[in-house]
């Protein structure tokens, strides 16, 4: 069976969790179930989410909050809030949040893999026209080609590129590169990330990737804007 997509789900219901994820997982997705918001750090370096499913009464920080921030750094990533909650103000606060789908409790499964598979056909469109659209660029090994000829990329240089071309949108929080790099994120190192940054920006745009390549979010972190093939 193909993976369709890959949930993260966040309840706090032990029983609940580990029910929809095993109803995910017999759909076709790749399911993760965790407690509560705090362990959403502990996946920042595995693979990224397509789809994060979230119970609004969490322990500790609640889901409107953590709504709220996954959608600041991953802006296509589908958000799904399950609440037993079914008034009018509350499904207004939770799209507010950057929820695309606000579905009471009890969900019946039917409807949640209805809303699953509208996110993925949206998902698949928004690939294709960027495939389209985008610049002939392909990373492969230590070498990044593009339209006008290739450039040697350093070690360091080809871990960054591609796990910014394989994060949700292409964006990665400063913390989360500090972490990929093996380091704390103080000062010294955000200084060190934006030059590493700047210099990997100049030898995408030397082999022909246009614009601004790698954009600087201030106080947030970094998003890759071409789609980059990776062989």
Known sequence: MVTLLSIVVVEDNDDLRELTCEALRQDGHKATGLACAEE????????????????????????????????????????????????????????????????????????????????ARRRQAHK????????????????????????KLTSTEVALLTALARAPAGRMETWQIAEMLGADADEMVKASISVRMTRLRKKLQDAGAEGIVIESMRNVGYQLLPSIEIN
């Open 40 to 119: 959403l750090e502990d996946l920042a370096a595995g693979e990224p989410a397509d789809v994060f499913l979230i119970d609004l009464n969490l322990p500790g920080e609640d889901g409107l909050s953590l709504s709220r921030r996954i959608r600041k750094v991953q802006p296509l990533v589908g958000i799904i809030i399950i609440s037993a909650r079914s008034d009018l103000q509350d499904k207004l606060i939770a799209y507010d949040s950057g929820a695309d789908w606000y579905l009471p409790k009890p969900v019946p499964f039917e409807e949640l893999s209805a809303a699953l598979k509208s996110f």
């Open 128 to 151: 294709l026209e960027r495939e389209s659209a985008s610049q002939k660029l392909t990373l492969s090994r230590q070498e990044f080609q593009g339209p006008t000829g290739a450039v």
